[in-house]
């Protein structure tokens, strides 16, 4: 083979750089705008965030599913250097920042020892005080020196566990004692706590930690927030969802959803059925049982809003007013999130 | 030595929360097994005190007590030995219904 020339390699050399600063850019200006790099320098992958990490609306919802989905992917191969790039992102709405926590923690303890995860800074000095308050950079190991300091940051407070561990309410929701009537402190604990207790029943089948609820694995995640006079206050986990463990758990009812809306129901159908037949047997209003203790907690909050996710489905009730979605993708998993206005609340 | 009144906050959890003892550390199956049915067995009379927690859920309060029935007491001695004390009478209607459909 002919030898190539010094100025022969120093074109190619500087051909090639612009080829790959082209398709950098190519992929940056693209509209997805959850896309993964794998050519990088230094990185096996690059797995860009979103500029909005949101679940409402579909597009939002879909680059948010995109993202998180493509880091359990990417991080579960072994002996890659895995890097998630913040540096477009500009907005955290507090359902897709949880979801995007919970499948960065399951996507730490399910890679290999070999395979290295970091995070790349945003540009928005806020968006890094944000993940630096939910734990993100002590989660992959890096220490920046930020000191969270806005309002909006400081009110974050976050949890995760398993199994039933009423205790962790205080994490999250204890410093709101006094600003919250009783009602709904009960209310907003109930809510929770069975929602940790879903998780150990039905969210998980395959799981084999009966015993171990102090173990190391994390079946829930969850988020407060206080924002523009608002709390917000978040929940889910990564199950099979409740599309997905009614037709085992709840037989009957599941026979009752197909006869209504045929073999293949939507997923927000089931989750409708499945809050709307979940009453307690004396028909008590104050008190309900299973999902519909989750939906309690906001009937007699003036702009409360509930929203129930899972999988594809989506259920909200605002003020008691209920409307269903379904979205193409799935989060494969189940998140509720509960809003209230503060100024309601004291 | 059985107490004539069991105040779950301060005797048992102020987090009480789950069903069985597999879903977390302080479940209705526990708060059985720990305190009423000893209390059953001894046919002594007692108060239970719900004030205090941080909330009761459906699952800890039907296996707590509608459990009871379960394993083998009947609704009629339940009723006889127990009563209850809170300041939400919801709270009671809705014990009083888990041991009467159990």
Excluded at chain 1, 21 to 33: D, F, L, V
Excluded at chain 2, 49 to 54: A, E, P, S
Aim: one cysteine or more; a positive charge.
């Amino acid at each position: 083979m002919k030898r190539c020339s010094y100025k022969r390699r120093i074109y190619l050399e500087r051909i090639n750089h612009k080829r790959t600063r082209r398709k950098e850019k190519r992929i940056r200006k693209g509209r997805n705008s959850a896309k993964v790099i794998t050519y990088a320098k230094n990185w096996d992958y690059i797995i860009q965030a979103p500029e909005l990490l949101s679940l409402e609306g579909e597009k939002n919802r879909s680059d948010c599913v995109r993202f998180i989905k493509n880091l359990g992917k990417y991080c579960a191969e072994d002996n890659k250097r895995v890097l998630v790039d913040f540096t477009r992102t500009d907005r955290l709405i507090s359902d897709g920042t949880l979801m995007f926590r919970a499948y960065l923690c399951k996507a730490v303890s399910d890679k290999s020892a070999s395979t290295v995860i970091k995070c790349r800074q945003s540009r928005n000095l806020k968006i890094n005080e944000v993940l630096k308050q939910i734990g993100v950079f002590e989660l992959l190991g890096q220490h920046p020196k930020i000191t969270p300091h806005h309002k909006d940051v400081i009110n974050w407070r976050y949890a995760q566990g398993a199994g039933a561990l009423g205790e962790k309410y205080e994490d999250i929701l204890g410093q709101y004692d006094g600003a919250i009537t009783d009602a709904l402190k009960d209310g907003l604990y109930v809510g929770l706590t069975e929602a940790m207790t879903n998780t150990r029943q039905h969210a998980y089948p395959d799981s084999e930690n009966d015993e171990d609820y102090y173990s190391g694995v994390n079946e829930w995640w969850m988020f407060s927030q206080e924002m523009g006079n608002r709390l917000y206050v978040v929940f889910c986990d990564l199950g099979v969802g409740i599309p997905g463990s009614l037709p085992s758990k709840r037989p009957n009812l599941w026979k009752n959803i197909k006869q209504k809306f045929g073999s293949a129901p939507q997923d927000s159908k089931i989750i409708e059925e499945a809050i709307k037949y979940s009453q307690t047997r004396t028909e008590e209003k104050h008190r309900g049982k299973g999902l519909k203790q989750l939906t309690n907690v906001l009937e007699n909050t003036l702009g409360g809003i509930l929203y129930v996710h899972s999988n594809h489905g989506c259920y909200t009730s605002r003020e008691g007013e209920i409307a269903t979605y379904d979205y193409r993708n799935s989060i494969s998993g189940t998140l509720i999130s509960w809003s209230l206005p503060l100024s309601e609340l004291t | 030595m059985i107490k004539d009144t069991i105040k779950i906050a301060e005797e048992f959890s102020r987090y009480p929360a789950g069903r069985f003892d597999t879903d977390g550390p302080y479940s209705g199956e526990k708060f059985r097994r720990e305190f009423l049915v000893p209390a059953m067995q001894e046919k002594k009379k007692i108060c239970i005190d719900l004030d205090g927690v941080r909330g009761y859920g459906s699952s800890f309060l039907e296996e707590a007590f509608g459990g009871l029935v379960r394993v083998g007491f009947s609704a009629e001695d339940i009723f006889s030995l127990m009563t209850f004390h809170s300041s939400d009478p919801s709270l009671v209607i809705e014990i009083r219904d888990y041991i009467e459909h159990a």
